[in-house]
């Protein structure tokens, strides 16, 4: 079995963009949705996990509020914001451009 | 309208801390929580699943930190907090911060001051258009060159595009109501072409006006247009009234512009030098100056006039002797080179020292803080943030070491201008030079930033269970760094005694030139120049009853003793050669002359100065124009001409230009006195009668029209003053008075140069001593420190406190004497360079190497007794328990 992949930042930003698009989620929650939706290809840390939250929530494009988990405890859910959702949009745009430059460099021959 | 989120995220951070905390330990709890509930969830047991949680979050409090690094603000937040904690930690040693802070102080300040004076005396270029191209001809490179040897020189030179000449000048400004004899120089018109000064105002003289008749304007410089003439900007064309001549004013120089700048420094006014009739004449009075011609070199210049004054000198003998071309440069700081490079010498081992003090005084605070920050890092500190912390505390270090540096710097600087004797060419210029503060201000802070940032490196580098194990032993420290740690105390050692023993020859020299007998008393006389230059005082048949009336009248006030008058007073004036021959002796060979300085005085000179006589009697008032010549001569002159016989009564014959020599009688031998330099050896010198010597009663040259009045009393000399202004004013109120200072500050300025070099030196070596004090202080009570514990065994075990004494005080003294011994051997050196500074005593005097090695061991001893005494004090139990 191989190591899980390293995430690179703007990787990382945007998986957490689109798994915040479907609602809002806690930490542990996004980090799971993560793994979820990747079939255990990304695992979250929470070292990288909380600074990306905090810098995206600094940079207005998450909201965060405390709320109760599933389990009946107090947790801090983040919520995409109208800033958020557009920068999801770009950051889908660009992801798709370059994966797609990326592709054909790699099957040209 | 709405602040963007991130200046929100900011005000929050910065001003909300404690919330935004709260918060996000909240958060993570809630996530260490959620996942051991997950792990339960899945048929964990609650105590294990807790256990993975937080492992598997990998350290709550490195994540906090690692969210708190991405925070808006969160450079700032950490700067601020690393600068509180910085100067918390640093005001917790106030004794080593202090230290260290004063180290870099005194090494920054002294630097930066003495730099600045070196700067303005021998590295900035002289303030004219292209001074490197000016050349200074001259014997011997510093005696004056007669004007014959200017025309011929003229006339056979190819390298120079221009050659000028200046000559000293003292004429008395009158027609206002205070008279005053101003210090001034004639120059031929091409002396200020060459040096390329705009003026502030008019112009420089026109070719054509350094020809007689034509030479009556001047230019002025700023300092006497706004000291004489109110700064008149409508001063050009006036005419003011110079040695009782009208002169008219043609230009005034802007304030920086002095010239020339090695000899008559203090030359305020400007007028031309008219040459043309004196061009046959021998008299050597002029300093002549060349600029080098396009194409040319100071070299191929200097070869050139080698080879014309070679010509010339077989022609005429004795006229164009070592004849040299120096550059206008070496002319100004030839002398005082030495000095300066000796005192810049000096700075840069106080600032070394300086260096090696914080150096060391940083790695024992490094090397004990080992464990907190060893701790530091284990709780989440990253590396980059110790640094940072680490940086910071280093940073506030060299900063308020900068800042005291700079407040001495600008007072350093001050004090030694005000302190320098005049001989320092350009002093006046000196000022705080903002270059070199910031080059001392950077080594200090790169000192700082290395050696407090280096161990700290290392120590994060290193395996943290290691350190943590290492600060709780209280061991004695890792070999290596405590090695580095008497390498610095060992250098500063070695640092202070090249100073010290620098500083003890100079103190050395001092003695030995106030132990010179001036062959005078110098105590209750005071001197003043009075010049008849001008005045109804110079018409000849008046000039001898003017002075004769003025000594009388000098002689009735009450308290003065005695009085007399010479043309030149020894140490003070100018020292004047005539040449003569002994009668009955061979004629000397064709072209040689034999001179003697002679002195022309008015009755009661010898007497007011107490200069004794040995044989015969002195000059009196009976000797004058119509009775026999006598001359009183000195007791080298005395036994040089007739050693093996008794010279009174003889007679030698004193030349007068196209005259036959005129015999006079030696009817008198007096005590060798000073000449014009302190320290040089006494020569054969004559005084002659003021009342029989018809060129000083005669001649219209200014240079022959005043005496230096000697006034003795048993009180304050200073304090006649005024009586005898009020004397010289009542016979002509046009008389200028000037050069007013008592013999005794006459003999002090002739030991100026000395003592301003003893204090400086002195002062840098006494800095030295006290950082190597405290350096070596400083090491011992670390090492005790870090002892503690050995000690306390060995107390234990039975060890007396004497023997704990010897233990401790033989460490320090090996690092101090390794230190002195590598100094002795650099300072044998280094000395040497400063041969030209010393009198008296020899560079490598065993003397002063033996006491000052003595003396710093004495104080390592010292210091590192201290330390050891409480070393002593360690009771054993207690020491065990330690940490």
């Known amino acids: 079995m191989t190591e899980p992949t390293s995430l690179l930042q703007g990787t990382l930003d945007l998986l957490i963009l689109k798994t915040l698009a479907a609602g809002e989620m806690h930490g542990l929650g996004i980090s799971r949705r993560i793994e979820q939706v990747t079939h255990g290809a990304f695992q979250v840390k929470p070292g990288s996990l909380f600074p990306a939250l905090h810098r995206m929530e600094e940079a207005g494009w998450l909201t965060a509020s405390w709320g109760e988990s599933e389990n009946r405890r107090r947790a801090k859910y983040y919520r995409l914001s109208r800033a958020g959702r557009r920068q999801l949009r770009a950051e889908t745009e660009e992801w798709g451009r370059i994966s797609l430059a990326i592709a054909m460099a790699l099957h040209a021959t | ?883």
């Open chain 2, 1 to 883: 309208m709405k602040p963007s989120p991130r200046i929100r995220s900011l005000w929050r951070n910065l001003f909300r801390r404690s919330r935004v905390e709260v918060d996000l330990d909240q958060e993570l709890r809630a996530y260490v929580d959620e996942l051991a509930e997950e792990k339960r969830a899945a048929g964990m047991e609650p105590g294990e699943a807790r256990r993975k949680a937080l492992l598997e979050t990998g350290g709550v409090e490195q994540v906090k930190e690692s969210v708190r690094e991405v925070r808006a603000g969160a450079l700032l937040e950490t700067v601020i907090q690393d600068v509180r904690y910085g100067a918390r930690t640093l005001f917790r040693s106030p004794g080593s911060t202090a230290a260290a802070i004063v180290a870099l102080a005194l090494g920054i300040g002294a630097s930066t001051a003495i730099f600045s004076v070196v700067n303005a005396v021998l590295i900035r270029p002289l303030p004219y258009g292209h001074p490197e191209r000016i050349a200074v001809i001259l014997h011997g490179g510093s005696q004056p060159v007669s004007p014959a040897n200017l025309a011929a020189w003229r006339k056979a030179s190819r390298s120079f595009r221009r050659m000028g000449a200046a000559e000293g000048w003292n004429p008395n400004l009158t027609g206002s109501d205070r008279p005053e004899n101003l210090s001034a120089v004639r120059v031929t018109s091409e002396i200020f072409s060459m040096l390329e000064v705009p003026p502030l105002l008019g112009r420089f003289f026109l070719p054509g006006e350094d020809e007689p008749g034509r030479d009556h304007s001047v230019v002025l410089g700023h300092g006497l247009w706004s000291r004489r003439f109110g700064a008149d900007p409508k001063i050009v064309g006036r005419r003011i009234t110079l040695n009782g001549e009208p002169y008219t004013v043609v230009g005034v120089m802007p304030p920086s512009f002095h010239f020339p700048p090695f000899w008559n420094q203090s030359a305020e006014i400007w007028a031309p030098l008219a040459l043309s009739p004196r061009f046959a004449s021998q008299g050597e009075s002029l300093r002549v100056f060349g600029e080098i011609a396009p194409g040319s070199t100071r070299e191929s210049a200097a070869a050139e006039m080698a080879s014309i004054t070679d010509a010339l000198e077989r022609q005429t003998p004795g006229t164009n002797r070592d004849v040299r071309v120096r550059s206008l440069k070496d002319t100004v700081v030839g002398n005082i080179r030495p000095a300066l490079l000796v005192l810049f010498a000096a700075v840069a081992f106080v600032l070394l020292i300086a260096c090696a003090n914080v150096a060391h005084l940083l790695l024992a605070r490094a090397a004990a803080r080992q464990r907190e920050m060893a701790v530091r890092t284990a709780i989440g500190a990253s590396r980059s943030r110790i640094t940072r912390q680490l940086l910071t505390e280093s940073l506030l270090l060299a900063g308020a070491g900068g800042l005291g540096g700079i407040l001495i710097a600008a007072w350093g600087v001050h004090a030694l201008v005000a302190a320098s004797p005049g001989a320092i060419p350009r002093v006046a210029t000196v000022a705080l030079d903002a270059r070199v503060l910031v080059f001392t201000l950077a080594i200090s802070f790169a000192t700082g930033i290395a050696f407090g940032l280096a161990p700290a490196l290392a120590l994060s580098r290193r395996d943290l269970t290691e350190a943590l194990r290492e600060g709780e032993r209280g061991s004695t420290e890792g070999g290596a760094r405590s090695r580095l740690r008497g390498f610095l105390v060992g250098s500063e050692f070695a640092l202070a005694l090249v100073l010290l023993v620098g500083a003890g020859l100079m103190i050395r020299s001092l003695l030995a030139l106030q132990a010179i007998d001036p062959g005078f008393d110098p105590r209750g006389v005071l001197t003043m120049v009075v010049s008849v230059k001008g005045t109804t005082a110079e018409d000849p048949a008046r000039r001898a009853a003017f002075y004769q009336q003025l000594l009388e009248r000098t002689r009735a006030l009450p308290g003065v003793q005695a009085a007399g008058a010479i043309n030149h007073l020894p140490l003070a004036g100018d020292i004047w050669g005539w040449p003569f021959e002994v009668e009955g002796r061979p004629p000397l060979p064709a072209g040689e002359t034999q001179r003697a300085t002679y002195r022309v005085v008015l009755p009661g000179y010898l007497e007011t100065m107490r200069v004794p006589l040995v044989a015969g009697r002195g000059i009196t008032s009976k000797d004058v124009v119509n009775s026999p010549r006598v001359v009183v001569i000195n007791e080298d002159f005395a036994r040089k001409h007739w050693p093996a016989e008794s010279a009174i009564g003889r007679r030698i014959l004193l030349a007068e230009p196209e005259r036959p020599p005129v015999p006079a009688v030696v009817v008198g031998i007096a005590k060798n006195t000073v000449r014009d330099l302190w320290s040089s050896p006494p020569s054969e010198e004559m005084y002659l009668a003021y009342l029989q010597t018809r060129s000083y009663l005669e001649s219209d040259n200014s240079h022959l029209q005043y005496l230096t009045l000697v006034v003795r009393t048993g009180g304050d000399p200073a304090g006649l003053t005024g009586a005898i202004r009020g004397i010289v004013g009542a016979l002509d109120r046009n008389a200028p008075v000037s050069e007013i200072q008592t013999m005794e500050s006459v003999v002090a300025g002739a030991t100026g140069q000395t003592r301003f070099y003893v204090v400086l030196l002195g002062a840098f070596a006494g800095v030295a001593l006290l950082l190597a004090a405290v350096g070596i202080y400083g090491v011992m009570a670390y090492s005790v420190s870090r002892r503690t514990h050995e000690i306390g065994i060995r107390m234990a075990l039975g060890a007396r406190p004497g023997e704990v004494l010897r233990l401790v005080v033989r460490q320090g003294l090996v690092v101090a004497l390794a230190g002195t011994a590598a100094g002795a051997a650099g300072a044998a050196g280094l000395t040497r360079l400063m041969g030209a500074l010393l009198y008296g005593v020899a560079p490598t005097d065993l003397f002063t190497f033996a006491v000052v090695s003595g003396l710093l061991i004495a104080v390592a001893v010292f210091a590192s007794w201290l330390p050891a005494r409480r070393a002593t004090r360690i009771d054993p139990l207690s020491a065990l328990r330690y940490e």
